[in-house]
């Protein structure tokens, strides 16, 4: 068993199934772009809307408020500051140690399928090059077993079925060029969605540090044992 004739039994099923499988693919990467497109536009701005409320609340040491400002917020800042409060009072290095433990999966939820538009607009363009190369050898393979006939029905059909093979190659980049478009865009969406967010978790940091510092209360003053024998002996 040759392993070359192998490869030619698989190589003559032609770009068909290629073609489908682009079909596919483009179809998944709509569906990516659609529920991305809704994703952000229910999280655009949603931390600048509450933004000033939840400020003047910590401000306030209104701890209850805040909580009640940020308890069903979208934004990626608003889901940090709601995780942070419980921790109001602990100190900062507690309440960093919660803001750092949801900030990854923020990103994450951010960022949600957009490594398959990356990956397909990538590799779009080589899938259908090789749908090409499939066609193009199932047609000298056909030619290789009628002959050529300058001018006959044998040489329309082998370049018929170079042309079709080139559609793999158009096919591909079709699907490539939307995917990179949409990755690029929603990347500075989820840049510009992270930098507002970390904008209001820092700042509600501070005023939440700030006011459990400003709460906290001063220690006695100590009571020197010198002093008070030296009392004893002016007495």
Known sequence: ??????????????????????????????????????????????DAEIRRKLLAALADDDLDLAAKTVEHASGPGGRMVREMLPFAGKGGEAIDAAMNAVRPGEKVRLERNLSFLGTLGANAPFIGLFGTVLGIIKAFKDLAESGLQPGGETSTEVMAGISEALVATAVGLLVAIPAVVAYNIFQRRVKRTLGEAESLANTARSLVVGTSTDAAPAPPPSKSGKGGKDQDKKD
């Open 1 to 46: 068993m040759s392993l070359t004739e192998e490869f030619l039994k698989f190589s003559l099923l032609g770009a068909e199934w290629v073609l489908w499988l682009l079909v596919v693919l483009s179809v998944l990467s709509v569906y990516v772009m659609i529920e991305r497109a809704v994703f952000f536009r229910g999280v655009s701005g949603a």
